[in-house]
């Protein structure tokens, strides 16, 4: 790989601009079965600018061309020519799914087929002179790419990103054709699969696809590194990756640049030689220094900057990139967690990226939801990406709210041949050159989940990712404490209670509970109890011992799986919230772990039913981070009741347990909770045993017409007080006006008392009215604006 010299300009401030080149791993080199002509990742996927069409400079156009594709569940090799008729072929938008299919009971067959997807497209004249790639965020599961009748080669791989050179044989003035057979097959060379797995991956070209139209010298990459954030003297190395297609024949220079929003903070300049051209990236370091006051990137205040890099000849701009950052020091030690210094008891959940009725094509709004659920609704502080590198809008709204991320790579269980492990260091490396800038991330996870020891596979895994991001540590995910340690956290899935002591100095424990009892919410008192003091427990055992760094549970949310697994409809019913996203008594738990300053929470984990437990309703259960309860009957005080410290010693927040042989007799409950003697919540629970309220709760009521965007609506059915009724089951019809489509069944039987659809807009902008239809509670309606997208210029 070739290093370039840099020469250092010095600026006022005395920014600091030092030499420094990564190498690339040698086997790519090498080896024919890894990815047979697509391109190592890139860091267009994380860039900041161009996202609309519009070039960011001189030299960068993004062109984002998710509209307008062409599509057949049933290939042929006449597809793959420029001049072949798809007329006839559907017409569909990116992110999309080979087939949509029920929620649950489905035959995973149905979605694993080979499909094809033809995209024309034209460039626009700025283009002529430069080089073009098609980059592919994430397509399920073998990609064969063709341009204009071209066979440009296969990537292997469903869950990281890849591109392809589209410049030799692109035509600068005419009509373009893309075509793409994908392979939804589980196919044995291909991690996860080669054995069984306890999930699905569906199909199609799921997540977001792009033209990058760059100079001949382009940033390839970047990556920033804060360094020493806890001091008065913090810096940032600005690794930038340059890549040289054809020999530069001037001196370039390097202007690299914090800002806080508009404003520049800090600025330098470095010159960058003529170098001839490469197949590999040259990396320059550049280091900023005299920052000035820094505010650090924290749970509660996740403070955001960017850094940009302009590449210049002169003063004209060549090309331009930026990346978000932010200032945090993230480690594992002997004693927990910390985070800027301090420790912080690590609370969470693992999350499959996975949706009723399209499996993981769903667009951007969508998967950063899933992330305030997380963050905001249930409280965590960290989620692990199970069982894959999870969608680049989900990682980056974890940014933006303060909820860390350990990432890992694709697998589950078993490891392949040789051809097989290659790709699963390649995923790490694809994986952490797309991630790398993220202030979330704190853990990269390099070993298959729950896989035997494989000393060769696992030290190169480790290699790569130290050498790719010496600043982040490893873990991996085990489910036996005897094994071989490699990385720098030993991460482990302990299902037993109670947990092992942790036999390592950096222990974090990453699933527990899930399998173990898997809970429905139509599940009588009794099991629902049962699945919250499971976690509870946990968690109490895990803030007993300041070693272990703390939980992530399994698992956020319900989800689909094969036919070996789950509970016989193709769901295991893992999680603390359903498929749905709505919460199992269980989820009420991890809401109430936090301060009450940040919210009051009250969560009975009981249904409101005198005979849902076996013989007679004993006990009360109660989620809350108040002090102090108080239970009426009919307005009648009952009983009260402290945190339970006695029985969960070792959490701030216990639940309470109330003796329900105090209620007496039947009626309408009422529960007051006090912080320093102060009431501060009141919750009501009608004794009518009646349905009495049907609602749709959208969670946008703004939308954009760019033909994906997407907004979850939730279905409840309620007592008055707006109380889940739990074995409520009717069907709502829906009708939909406007320019938009619903995702989910029509009529929709509602789960537990409750449940959701999607909503989806199409290319035009308008009024989207939904009713729907309660056979005994009437209707409902939600309306939503979609307002206009920006058109695609290619």
């Not at 527990?512 to 919250?532: A, C, M, S």
Request: aromatic share 10%; charged share 25%.
């Amino acid at each position: 790989m070739a290093v370039a010299e840099i020469d250092v300009a010095h600026e006022p401030d005395n920014n600091e601009i030092t030499r420094g080149h990564m190498q690339r791993r040698d086997f790519l080199k090498t080896s024919g079965t890894l990815i047979a002509g697509a391109t190592l990742t890139h860091g267009s996927l994380a860039s900041q600018t161009a996202a609309s069409g519009t070039p960011s400079s001189a030299g960068r156009l993004i062109l984002p061309i998710n509209r307008n594709w062409r599509y057949s569940p049933k290939p042929s090799d006449a597809a793959h020519a420029k001049d072949f008729d798809d007329s006839s072929f559907d017409h569909v938008v990116i992110p999309h799914t080979n087939i949509r299919l029920p929620w649950h009971s489905f035959d995973d067959k149905d979605y694993e087929f080979i499909s094809v997807y033809r995209r024309h497209f034209k460039l626009p004249p700025e283009a002529r002179g430069k080089r073009v790639f098609v980059d592919f965020e994430g397509v399920m599961t073998a990609s064969t790419v063709w341009l204009n009748g071209v066979r440009l080669g296969e990537y292997k791989g469903g869950f990281t990103p890849f591109s392809f050179d589209l410049t030799p044989h692109v035509d600068f003035d005419g009509d373009n054709v893309l075509v793409v057979d994908v392979d939804s097959t589980e196919r044995a060379d291909i991690p996860p699969f080669g054995y069984q797995i306890d999930y699905l991956t569906f199909g199609g070209i799921y997540r977001e696809v792009q033209l990058r139209i760059v100079p001949n010298v382009f940033l390839e990459n970047i990556f920033a590194l804060p360094k020493d954030v806890l001091t008065d003297h913090a810096s940032i190395d600005v690794t930038c990756f340059l890549q040289h297609t054809e020999a530069s024949k001037d001196p370039l220079s390097l202007e690299v640049s914090l800002r806080d929003g508009e404003k520049v903070l800090v600025s330098s300049t470095a010159k960058v030689a003529a170098a001839p051209a490469s197949a590999e990236p040259v990396a320059q370091l550049v280091r900023l220094t005299t920052l000035g006051p820094i505010d650090l990137w924290e749970l509660n205040n996740p403070r955001l900057y960017s850094v940009h890099v302009r590449l210049l000849h002169g003063t004209q701009v060549v090309d331009e990139d930026s990346r978000t950052i932010g200032f945090r020091q993230a480690s594992f030690t002997d004693h927990g967690f910390e985070l800027n210094g301090k420790v912080i008891k690590l609370r969470g959940l693992d999350r499959h990226q996975t949706f009723p009725w399209v499996g993981q094509a769903m667009p951007a709004r969508v998967q950063r939801r899933d992330a305030v659920i997380l963050r905001k609704n249930l409280h965590c502080n960290i989620v692990r990406t199970s069982h894959y590198p999870q969608s680049r809008h989900f990682l980056d709204e974890c940014d933006r709210i303060g909820l860390l991320v350990l990432e890992e790579i694709p697998g589950w269980q078993h490891i392949g041949d040789e051809p097989w492990k290659q790709i699963s260091i390649d995923n790490v490396n694809r994986m952490i050159r797309r991630d790398w800038n993220h202030p979330s991330i704190i853990l990269w996870g390099v070993r298959i989940n729950e896989s035997l020891d494989d000393h060769n596979f696992y030290t190169a895994t480790n290699a790569m990712a130290h050498k790719l991001d010496s600043s982040r540590q490893t873990g991996g995910i085990r489910y036996f404490q005897e094994s071989e340690f490699l990385e720098d956290v030993f991460t482990m899935n302990d299902f037993g209670f109670p947990l092992k002591k942790p036999n390592h100095p950096r222990y974090l424990n990453t699933e527990f509970v899930g399998h173990t009892y898997p809970t429905k919410t139509i599940d009588n008192v009794e099991r629902q109890t049962e699945h919250v003091i499971r976690h509870v427990r946990v968690h109490d055992q895990l803030a007993s011992d300041p070693q272990y760094a703390g939980g992530i549970g399994w698992c956020a949310f319900d989800y689909n799986t094969h036919s070996d697994f789950g509970s016989g409809d193709r769901i295991c019913y893992h999680g603390v919230t359903d498929i749905f996203r709505e919460p199992k008594r269980a989820a009420g738990f991890y809401k109430s772990q936090c301060d009450p300053a940040e919210e009051v929470v009250l969560e009975p984990a009981f249904p409101w039913a005198a005979g849902d437990e076996s013989i007679h309703f004993t006990k009360a259960l109660v989620s809350s981070n108040c002090d102090h309860l108080k239970f009426y009957i009919n307005g009648k005080l009952v009983t009260e009741a402290d945190p339970d410290h006695g029985q969960f010693s070792s959490l701030k927040y216990p639940p309470f347990i109330a003796d329900a042989a105090k209620f007496g007799k039947w009626g309408e409950l009422r529960i007051d909770g006090y912080v320093q003697g102060k009431q501060v919540i009141s919750k009501s629970f009608s004794g009518k045993g009646t349905d009495q309220k049907f609602a749709l709760l959208p969670d946008d009521t703004s939308l954009v017409a760019d033909g994906a965007d997407t907004t979850r609506v939730v279905i409840r059915v309620t007592d008055e007080f707006g109380n889940i009724r739990p074995y409520a089951n009717d069907s709502i019809k829906f009708e939909l006006e406007g320019p938009a489509e619903l995702i989910g069944d029509n009529p929709f039987s509602v789960v537990g008392g409750q449940g959701a659809i999607w909503i989806r807009v199409k290319e035009e902008p308008g009024s989207v009215r939904l009713t729907g239809t309660h056979p005994v509670l009437g209707k409902q309606e939600v309306h939503i604006e979609v307002t206009p997208g920006s058109p695609e210029k290619a």
